[in-house]
T-cell receptor, first 113, second 116 residues
Framework: ELKVEQNPLFLSMQEGKNYTIYCNYS?????LYWYRQDPGKSLESLFV?????AVKQEGRLMASLDTKARLSTLHITAAVHDLSATYFC?????????????FGKGTLLTVNP | EADIYQTPRYLVIGTGKKITLECSQT?????MYWYQQDPGMELHLIHY???????EKGDLSSESTVSRIRTEHFPLTLESARPSHTSQYLC???????????????FGNGTRLTVT
């Protein structure tokens, strides 16, 4: 059974600071997704990481994937209030044609002025 | 831009009622999914479909049922709602082959269900 663990689950940070959210998963997979969810809203796709060493950046967010360590990171640079949201990583069940995503518990990020 | 629609957006209903949550997508995607999410919690897959007339149960046991008679439509039905069904239900879709290449799921806005 694929398990996906995120940490921290809660993150309160000040504007202008940097921080990293970690996503570990338990079995082989080479497809990892990051999503953002605002309160009461649906999920918005941020990044799709397809291979070992993949790095993607959008604005103040940068995601990377290390398939050997089964680890993805979401790095926040110089945080701003607008980044406050819950961030989920999700991993594909590898093999066969069973393309189902398993989600982590999410990291609730609060950026304070 | 993804086009996937869920109705109703909010629903408050009494115990024992039958309800159907609607989900439609206009992208011609083969795969569709239903996730259940409690407030501040992770998403759990409850049903999915590879295409017309194909439905499977997900990882989380659910008393709901689904059908896929048309590609664009994937409704979820609760025959007899209970307070334990109170949750947010998110519908999503993806292209079958595109997901293998890394295309993400596209989510609807969700239905927030309260059973009193």
């Amino acid at each position: 059974e694929l398990k996906v663990e995120q940490n921290p689950l809660f993150l309160s940070m000040q504007e202008g600071k940097n921080y990293t959210i970690y996503c570990n998963y338990s079995t082989t997979s080479d497809r990892l997704y990051w999503y953002r969810q605002d309160p009461g809203k649906s999920l918005e796709s941020l990044f799709v990481l397809l291979s070992n060493g993949a790095v993607k950046q959008e604005g103040r967010l940068m995601a990377s994937l290390d398939t050997k360590a089964r680890l993805s990171t979401l790095h926040i640079t110089a945080a701003v209030h607008d980044l406050s949201a819950t961030y989920f990583c999700a991993v594909d069940m590898a093999g066969g044609s069973n393309y189902k995503l398993t989600f982590g518990k999410g990291t609730l990020l609060t950026v304070n002025p | 831009e993804a086009d996937i629609y869920q109705t109703p957006r909010y629903l408050v209903i009494g115990t024992g009622k039958k309800i159907t949550l609607e989900c439609s997508q206009t992208m011609g995607h083969d795969k569709m999914y239903w996730y259940q999410q409690d407030p501040g919690m992770e998403l759990h897959l409850i049903h999915y479909s590879y295409g017309v007339n194909s439905t499977e149960k997900g990882d989380l046991s659910s008393e709901s049922t689904v059908s896929r008679i048309r590609t664009e439509h994937f409704p979820l039905t609760l025959e007899s709602a209970r307070p334990s069904h109170t949750s947010q239900y998110l519908c999503a879709s993806s292209e079958y082959f595109a997901l293998r290449e890394g295309s993400p799921l596209h989510f609807g806005n969700g239905t927030r269900l309260t059973v009193t």
